[in-house]
């Protein structure tokens, strides 16, 4: 009975307890907007800010948006401010924590459109609130949460800025800005892009070279190249993900024998480029025209790659370009080959996005009422959001989006489902993306989802338009995916694949494959784990391009100068 009193006194001690954030004066030169969050946690290994993922680790963070913030003043959290994975901040439980703030800042955008819209802005890092340059935070401390006592955090320091990566022998960087999508956002937006010249390029100044496109998340460099053995006295890491000791050793290597093959004799001589576009609403746009985002489809086209091609050498026809990536890269390197058929001869998709919204992860969202429960007349199931390769559920689809919506409103997350929206959707009422599904409820919107269907959905789209660009796209299309994939992407390459199986005048001559028990994010190779696969997307895919060079090529194509 006692230790049920001292419980209960706890909690309504918490429940008076408040917690305020200031601006310091020294910090700001004018009011500022963006959104506010109070981090909370019970692990000390590292700051509260880097402690918010998508599954039962996870630690606490609370959000709010705050509009024209006066330096000097301060700010107070609500019973009700909403949280993750608590709902409400009322419902924080009394403890030890550590507590610290972040304040991710957005700046005031004016679009040709006429919407006024207020975002964050990349500033380097890739759309990352918890360490992007200038957003404000405190540092982490201790506090016993339960006294009722007013608990005070002021935003002294400045996340610092990122060094940009440096030209080297074989590693080259692009920054240009794109007229395009200036226009659209009412600013000077740029685009970049990390290139990996082909060993010999100063020695060979007559050849010129195919182009790869290896899409992914935003490259701070580009990845998994290096021309030094791995590092003696670098300390082994361990790797949850893949339950690895030693895994940064092994990337290291990896990088290393990549660089090796690049060097060798008969190793394809091409151009291997990755692309940054971070915008706004992620790290990248998924490289096609939205809505929301602009047009960054054309854009990577018809501004970043000739230019690339026009500076090293490239052969700039679509014969000699090849697109490949896995995950956000997966689905970008499939709707590139299919929105652009002329400009690429082949696609090789990884593990991509849901390439069919009839399995949008586990949501059909033409037929589903609701994104989050199977709903029978009397039971509701939650929707698993994550797995592992035994079945093992981590989050629910809810618990997802709970998160995005504690971390930022009107799709500004950074997160996942808030960048699909963002891609997606039409500009809803209030000049955000429309939502596909209620964030608290999950009632899906079937107007929107409409919308989808006709812009994005590649299979839909594969379809509708194979009389138009069947015999473009014969023999281009390459898809691999775990069938224990964490978020169940293989769901939406099986439906994927039976469209293709069905598609004729002329059949797709396309590959699907699965990899048994892996998770995500396999490419093809059923010989080797994830950890070890996921790092030889070039090693396994370049031999591949070539052999099709080889057999899909237009009469006089130079076929000589970059074989050396």
């Known amino acids: 009975m006692q230790t049920l009193v001292i419980a209960l006194l706890l909690a309504l001690a918490a429940a008076g307890q408040t917690f305020e954030v200031s601006l310091p004066a020294a910090r700001a030169d004018r009011p500022l ?48 401010t909403p949280g993750y994975p608590y709902e409400r901040f009322e419902d924080l439980k009394p403890g030890r924590y550590f507590v610290q703030a972040v304040l991710d800042i957005y700046d005031t955008y004016r679009l040709k459109d006429g919407r006024v819209l207020k975002l964050p802005v990349d500033r380097g890092e890739g759309r990352q609130w918890n360490r992007a340059p200038g957003n404000l935070y405190s540092r982490p401390r201790e506090i ?48 970049g892009a990390h290139v990996l010249l082909p060993h010999g390029f100063e020695e060979h100044p007559e050849a010129r070279y195919p182009l790869m496109v290896f899409h992914g998340h935003f490259p701070h460099d580009f990845s998994g190249f290096r021309t030094e053995p791995p590092d003696p006295d670098l300390k082994p890491d361990y790797s949850e993900r893949f339950r690895l000791h030693g895994y940064n050793r092994i990337q290291q290597q990896e990088a290393y024998e990549f660089y090796r093959k690049w060097i060798s004799p008969g190793f394809p001589r091409f151009l291997v480029v990755e692309i940054q576009h971070a915008n706004p609403y992620y790290d990248d746009s998924y490289a096609v025209n939205s809505a929301n985002l602009g047009p960054y489809g054309d854009a990577i086209m018809r501004e970043l790659i000739p230019e690339i091609e026009r500076r090293f050498r490239g052969i700039g026809q679509g014969w000699a370009r090849f697109t490949y990536g896995g995950s956000t890269g997966g689905w970008e390197a499939l709707a590139a080959q299919i929105f652009y058929p002329d400009d690429f001869n082949g696609t090789f998709a990884a593990c991509p996005d849901p390439i069919d919204f009839r399995a949008y992860t586990l949501v059909n969202i033409y037929e589903d009422r609701n994104a989050y429960h199977v709903e029978g007349p009397h039971l509701r199931v939650p929707r698993p959001g994550k797995r592992n390769w035994l079945g093992e559920v981590s ?70 338009d194979w009389p138009k660009i069947g015999h473009k796209l014969r023999g281009k299309i390459h898809i691999y995916v775990g069938d224990m994939d964490n978020y ?57 391009i070539l052999e099709r060079i080889e057999r899909n090529h237009p009469p006089g194509a130079d076929l000589k100068s970059w074989r050396y």
Request: hydrophobic share 35%; glycine share 6%; charged share 25%.
């Open 33 to 80: 907007d963006g959104r506010l969050l109070l981090l909370l946690s019970t692990d000390p290994s590292s700051e509260p800010r880097f402690q918010i993922t998508d599954g039962p680790k996870t630690q606490i963070v609370f959000g709010q948006d705050v509009e024209g913030w006066k330096p000097g003043s301060r700010l107070r959290f609500q019973p009700d």
């Open 395 to 464: 989050i629910t689809l809810e618990q997802m989006n709970r998160m995005e919506l504690a971390l930022g409103t009107k799709s500004r997350s950074g997160q996942q489902f808030d960048i699909w929206e963002a891609v997606y959707s039409p500009p809803g009422p209030d000049g955000y993306p429309a939502r596909i599904f209620d964030k608290i409820t999950g009632e899906i919107n079937r107007k929107v989802a409409e919308y989808w269907r006709e812009n994005y959905d590649l299979r839909h789209i594969l379809e509708r």
């Open 144 to 191: 016993a949460l339960g006294r009722g006592a007013r608990i005070s955090i002021e935003l002294d320091q400045a996340m610092p800025p990122i060094e940009p990566p440096k030209d080297t022998k074989y590693i080259r960087h692009v920054r240009i800005q794109s007229r395009l999508l200036s226009e659209f956002w009412g600013r000077p937006v740029y685009l």
């Open 488 to 544: 169940y992407l293989n769901n939406a390459v099986y439906l994927m694949e039976e469209a293709l199986k069905r598609l004729k005048d002329p059949p797709a001559d396309a590959t699907v494959a699965y990899g048994d028990r892996f998770e995500h994010c396999w490419n093809g190779d059923p010989n080797l784990p994830n950890a070890i696969s996921r790092l030889r997307y070039n090693t396994m895919y370049l031999p591949r």
